[in-house]
């Protein structure tokens, strides 16, 4: 079945730092990878989208990459700051569906 | 700016109760979701509408119905609550094919609903 892993422990990292979150796939050929970032309590917020022919995107301090080889997304967030302290999840969409299919999130917390 | 609006933050509700949950998105977007969340389990697709009077079903459709009568609004109904259903639920839109970036999704602030 197809399934996506994020890592399911904290991740903390001091200010300043560049902060790495994984995002692994099986079974699933996505046409694109996007990146949310969710606040405690709160929907989540969109931040960017990777297609499948892309190798990098950059936003700002935030960069994704997505290798369809390995089955795979990378996100980093450069200088991260406390306010970068919030749980970020990876979804996947395929052309031709509606649905996207969301990992459970990795919870980042950057440290004064 | 886009926003997705949820009637409720939270819901406080009876085993065996019929619950309602609206969601009202104001940019005109063509396709609407409703999403569980629980720890654990990420987000989790109960319904999809794609047009006025179109529902599709998701991953996790029993327990669940959904109306939607205008393009703004969609309404997900427990028909009769049970404490399995305890959780997040989180209403989303996506614009229009034609836009160009039909992709991304717009969430609503989310309603914690507790079942008792």
């Given at each position: 079945?197809?399934?996506i892993?994020?890592?399911?422990?904290?991740?903390?990292?001091?200010?300043?730092?560049?902060?790495?979150?994984?995002?692994?796939?099986?079974?699933?050929?996505?046409?694109?990878?996007?990146?949310y970032?969710q606040?405690?309590?709160?929907?989540?917020?969109?931040?960017?989208l990777?297609?499948?022919?892309?190798?990098?995107?950059?936003?700002?301090?935030l960069?994704?990459?997505?290798d369809?080889?390995?089955?795979?997304?990378?996100?980093?967030?450069?200088?991260?700051?406390?306010?970068?302290?919030?749980?970020y999840?990876?979804?996947?969409?395929s052309?031709?569906?509606?649905?996207?299919?969301?990992?459970?999130?990795?919870?980042?917390?950057?440290?004064? | 700016d886009?926003?997705v609006?949820?009637?409720?933050?939270?819901?406080?509700?009876?085993?065996g109760?019929?619950?309602?949950?609206?969601?009202?998105?104001?940019?005109?977007?063509?396709?609407?979701?409703?999403?569980?969340?629980?720890?654990?389990?990420?987000?989790?697709?109960?319904?999809?509408?794609?047009?006025?009077?179109?529902?599709?079903?998701?991953?996790?459709?029993?327990?669940?119905?959904?109306s939607?009568?205008?393009k703004?609004?969609?309404?997900l109904?427990?028909?009769?609550?049970s404490?399995?259903?305890?959780?997040?639920?989180?209403?989303?839109?996506?614009?229009?094919?034609?836009?160009?970036?039909?992709?991304?999704?717009?969430?609503?602030?989310?309603t914690?609903?507790?079942v008792?």
């Amino acid at each position: 079945s197809q399934k996506i892993e994020q890592n399911s422990e904290a991740l903390n990292i001091q200010e300043g730092k560049t902060a790495t979150l994984t995002c692994n796939y099986t079974n699933y050929s996505p046409a694109y990878l996007q990146w949310y970032r969710q606040d405690p309590g709160r929907g989540p917020v969109f931040l960017l989208l990777i297609r499948e022919n892309e190798k990098e995107k950059r936003k700002e301090r935030l960069k994704v990459t997505f290798d369809t080889t390995l089955k795979q997304s990378l996100f980093h967030i450069t200088a991260s700051q406390p306010a970068d302290s919030a749980t970020y999840l990876c979804a996947l969409g395929s052309s031709g569906t509606y649905k996207y299919i969301f990992g459970t999130g990795t919870r980042l917390k950057v440290l004064a | 700016d886009v926003k997705v609006t949820q009637s409720s933050r939270y819901l406080v509700k009876r085993t065996g109760e019929k619950v309602f949950l609206e969601c009202v998105q104001d940019m005109d977007h063509e396709n609407m979701f409703w999403y569980r969340q629980d720890p654990g389990l990420g987000l989790r697709l109960i319904y999809f509408s794609y047009d006025v009077k179109m529902k599709e079903k998701g991953d996790i459709p029993e327990g669940y119905s959904v109306s939607r009568e205008k393009k703004e609004r969609f309404s997900l109904i427990l028909e009769s609550a049970s404490t399995n259903q305890t959780s997040m639920y989180l209403c989303a839109s996506t614009p229009s094919r034609a836009s160009g970036t039909r992709e991304t999704q717009y969430f609503g602030p989310g309603t914690r609903l507790l079942v008792l």
